[in-house]
């Protein structure tokens, strides 16, 4: 089984700085990479997803993450946050034959402060 | 499009009982999926379906049965009820797996 270590359980940062929330994963062998936010009281969101190609992948909301296979990482960075990403943000993978069992981190909490 | 709609938003059980949770989505998808989600552990996936008629195993599926007789409907059953099974449980959907997936709005359950 896969297993998802999400480093920081919070993150606070003053809004318009930046910030990096970190993920690895177990597995050496071939994954499919997600990040997910979710919102208070609210069902996840996908903010990206890594399946193959270019490390560097975009999202929404000016997110974006870097595919780091060597060191089998998938960690997420915001150039400049707003009050609006305070949120818990989930990690998750897959695996890269059927895509079909997900395992989620244990979830980060960002807090923007004015 | 509703997406994916889960009922009952909140419920408390004894223990022993019994109940389902249903889910629902009305874009088509093939793959469903239910997680439970427990402070300070994330999600967790507990059964999935690859389309009508299929269904597999999570990370925790026991305690409960799935079914899927519909690709629309994926509901999630506890026969007999425990306290380890408080939780928020959420459904979600995708085309395929590795797609998007959809999620609900989530199911508040408390076990006395």
Known sequence: A?????????????????????????????????WYVQYPNQGLQLLLKYLSGSTLVKGINGFEAEFNKSQTSFHLRKPS????????????????????????????????IP | NAGVTQTPKFQ????GQ???????????????????????MGLRLIHYSVGAGITDQGEVPNGYNVSRSTTEDFPLRLLSAAPSQTSVYFCASSQQGVETQYFGPGT?????
């Open chain 1, 81 to 112: 946050v707003h009050i609006s990403d305070t949120a818990e943000y989930f990690c998750a993978v897959s695996d890269g034959f059927t895509g079909n069992q997900f395992y989620f981190g244990t979830g980060t909490s960002l807090t923007v």
């Open chain 2, 108 to 112: 508040r359950l408390l076990v006395l």
């Open chain 2, 18 to 40: 019994s109940m389902t949770l249903q889910c629902a989505q009305d874009m088509n998808h093939e793959y469903m999926s239910w997680y439970r989600q427990d402070p300070g």
């Open chain 2, 12 to 15: 408390v059980l004894k223990t």
């Open chain 1, 2 to 34: 896969q297993s998802v270590t999400q480093l920081d359980s919070q993150v606070p940062v003053f809004e318009e700085a930046p910030v990096e929330l970190r993920c690895n994963y177990s597995s050496s062998v071939s994954v499919y990479l997600f």
